[in-house]
Structure formats: structure tokens, C-alpha cells
């Protein structure tokens, strides 16, 4: 189970939106070993396409390093999806390679407002060695 600060949850949720209808992406670091998301970390999807994201190898490579340093690591992976369900495409398995992060998708495909009364999906999944499955979210605070 994922459990996210409401704090966190409405950020991500706001970058989706924002980016819409190109992909938004991020991460959440934690404590190592902790698995608690704490310190999000908005991307800009490289790729700027409404069908795929990219991290930019630059500041991927300048997050790992932000994160070693604090003694951190990658919780919550993010993305939106910006035409289809919030479920994890096959580009999205093949890149997933943190075994032990939630990857949380959402869906924007619902949203043409941006006041936020729109419905949308919002989703967690484990993803290791090509192998989805979606767990529970909850919602704290």
C-alpha cells in the first residue's frame, strides 16, 4: 500500500493538470529505508510529448546525486496519462527499473477544466522485473 500525504497527492495531481496535454512526471524522495514519500521533486518531461515522458539524463543524474547526498531515495516515480486509463503502458514497464518504488500514474484524460472539478485516475503500482500490480492508496492528513 501507498500511503501519501494529502499535501503530496494534491501536488501531483496540480503538475498533471498543469502539464496537461503533455505528460507531467516526478519523483517523491524519502529516507533510505524508510519508504515514506516526503520531499517532492516535480521533472520536466523532456521528451514534451502528450504520449510519452522523459526524465532529462542531466537532472536525473543531478536527483541521484541530490538524493545520495540527503540519504534518499526514489519512493513514488510519477506520470500522467494524457489519453488512455492510468495504467502502466509497455514503454512504461520496460523503463520501470526501482523495484522498490510505487509507480503512480494519473490520468488526465477526463480533465478539459482546470478548475479542478473534472474527474481523474489517480493510481499506484509496483513494478518489478516486468511484473504490475496496483496497489491500495490511502490518503493522510
Do not use: W
Not at 43 to 61: I, K, Q
Not at 76 to 87: D, L
Not at 96 to 120: C, K, M, Q, R
Request: with cysteine; charged share 30%; proline share 6%.
Amino acid at each position: 500500500m501507498l500511503t501519501i500525504t494529502r499535501d503530496l497527492y494534491d501536488r501531483i495531481v496540480a503538475h498533471a493538470r498543469a502539464d496537461h496535454p503533455d505528460e507531467a512526471c516526478g519523483v517523491i524522495a524519502g529516507p533510505a529505508g524508510s519508504g515514506r514519500p516526503e520531499r517532492f521533486i516535480p521533472m520536466l518531461n523532456a521528451a514534451r510529448s502528450p504520449t510519452f515522458y522523459e526524465f532529462d539524463s542531466g537532472d536525473l543524474l543531478k536527483l541521484y546525486r541530490e538524493m545520495d547526498d540527503r540519504d534518499e531515495e526514489p519512493v513514488v516515480i510519477y506520470h500522467s496519462h494524457t489519453a488512455t486509463e492510468a495504467y502502466p503502458s509497455r514503454t512504461d514497464i520496460t523503463y520501470a527499473n526501482e523495484p522498490g518504488a510505487h509507480y503512480v500514474l494519473v490520468s488526465t484524460a477526463d480533465t478539459d477544466a482546470t478548475d479542478g472539478t473534472t474527474p481523474f485516475q489517480f493510481r499506484s503500482f509496483r513494478i518489478v522485473e516486468g511484473e504490475v500490480t496496483e496497489e491500495e492508496v490511502e490518503v493522510a492528513g
